[in-house]
């Protein structure tokens, strides 16, 4: 796991052919890509049953997912949820509920699905770290979230939100890279939400996360709009 080639050129590294789009490939992308190392990574684990748990999470993630892409591409939502729980085992951090939280945490959230399918299902470990990651849509009680999950989460589920933003961050790269200014006015200001919202979470986090975070946030940053920087 520790080299992977699902993590997008800083924007120094991209290769701009004339016109100004970038011509990076797209590989972090590319669901066969994403597919093949998850594929490899499950069948190096030494225990049945935890290759097991990943996945049957997988499956029910993909299944309730469905045809849901990432913003701005034909991406499969799915891959974005691998590269999560892939994060996080580079992190270090390989317990089979949290890789399985990883894989279920926008269920609750960007599907029909309910908490109590996933403590059923999933059982209550990893039910209790998918509601922490379940983030309320109004924006004042978005930002309580963060708060308590700051003050009162487990360190898990602080883990598991860093690693879901550190994908998010290069996915968002990934797609100001490939389309230009479309989308640097909501990339700025993600990428300031981020500032206020996630940051935190990484000040009592093991090096490598904060580093992960931090990395991803200097990427992102000479691609974006700076107009899109506003107090939150």
């Known amino acids: ?106 269920t609750v959230e960007d599907t029909a699905t309910s908490i109590d399918e996933i403590r059923v299902g999933f059982g209550p470990v990893v039910a209790d770290l998918v509601d922490w990651l379940t983030a309320p849509d109004d924006p004042v009680e978005e930002r309580h979230y963060y708060h308590r999950l700051l003050t009162r989460g487990p360190d898990r589920a602080r883990m598991l939100k860093l690693a879901d933003r550190v994908d998010n961050l290069r996915s968002i790269q990934a797609l100001v890279m490939r389309t230009g200014p479309r989308y640097r006015r909501w990339a700025g200001s993600y990428l300031n939400r981020t500032n206020w919202q996630v940051l935190p979470l990484a000040a009592g986090a093991p090096s490598v996360a904060r580093v992960a975070l931090v990395s991803a946030m200097a990427d992102l940053a000479p691609l974006v709009d700076d107009g899109a920087f506003t107090q939150p």
């Open 1 to 106: 796991m520790s080299s992977t080639p699902l993590r997008p050129p800083s924007p120094n590294q991209a290769q701009a052919p004339a016109g100004g789009s970038s011509g990076w490939p797209g590989l972090f992308d590319s669901p066969d890509t994403v597919d093949r190392v998850w594929t490899d990574f499950v069948a190096g684990i030494d225990d049945d049953g935890r290759r097991a748990d990943l996945r049957r999470a997988l499956a029910f993630a993909r299944a309730r997912h469905g045809a849901q892409t990432r913003r701005g591409s034909s991406t499969p939502y799915w891959v974005h949820l691998v590269r999560v729980a892939m994060e996080l085992a580079r992190w270090g951090e390989g317990a089979a509920p949290l890789l399985q939280a990883a894989l279920l945490h926008d």
